[in-house]
T-cell receptor, first 113, second 114 residues
């Protein structure tokens, strides 16, 4: 059972566009929501993370929007570049989970030149 | 280089065999997490060790086992291998027992069972 549901499965945008990836969760005990970026042949790398007491967080061209009441959060990639082409995973963990992250299924993003 | 070292990078073995995957965490990190990544299952949590002790267990098969040694490196043992065990196996580490400061993943071991 997928505790974190991620959509879309894949998306293609032109350079400069804003790909948006959405995630939804059910477990209200989750209190940490990171996003990971994975390039082919590499391990996932932490991109940005948010806690439920914040509705938005920006780091460079990456922004997380968080809607606690809807139990949804999303990643926006501003001014996307071909180098942003990768698979993106959302995840969540709860305080009692000893750090175990529940990952979404992943979104393959392709940014065309 | 993330600081988490996994060996070997690639492994091809036959069904029924046993293999050992090795992980050296980032310097100073006490927690090691093992994940399996397959095309149809995404990233699945297997098991976590903190300073030598098992702390959390996920969907790890009975044919799989792991341990963390006093020098904090960890090994994942996979036995009686089946074709369906073919996947990428990732190790990640974090300093504390909680992962809420972000894991650091290794580059993974690609296991192919033939």
């Amino acid at each position: 059972q997928q505790q974190v549901k991620q959509s879309p499965q894949s998306l293609i945008v032109q350079k400069g566009g804003i790909p948006i990836i959405n995630c939804a969760y059910e477990n209200t005990a989750f209190d940490y929501f990171p996003w990971y970026q994975q390039f082919p042949g590499k391990g996932p790398a932490l991109l940005i993370a948010i806690r439920p007491d914040v509705s938005e967080k920006k780091e460079g061209r990456f922004t997380i929007s968080f809607n606690k009441s809807a139990k949804q959060f999303s990643l926006h990639i501003m001014d996307s570049q071909p180098g942003d082409s990768a698979t993106y995973f959302c995840a969540a963990s709860s305080p009692d989970s000893w750090g175990k992250l529940q990952f979404g299924a992943g979104t393959q993003v392709v940014v065309t030149p | 280089d993330s600081g988490v070292t996994q060996t070997p990078k690639h492994l091809i073995t036959a069904t029924g065999q046993r293999v050992t995957l090795r992980c050296s965490p980032r310097s100073g990190d006490l927690s090691v997490y093992w994940y399996q990544q397959s095309l149809d299952q995404g990233l699945q949590f297997l098991i976590q060790y903190y300073n030598g002790e098992e702390r959390a267990k996920g969907n790890i098969l009975e044919r799989f086992s792991a341990q963390q040694f006093p020098d904090l490196h960890s090994e994942l043992n996979l036995s009686s291998l089946e074709l369906g065990d073919s996947a990428l196996y990732f190790c990640a580490s974090s300093h504390r027992g909680r992962g809420d400061y972000g894991y650091t993943f290794g580059s993974g071991t690609r296991l192919t069972v033939v």
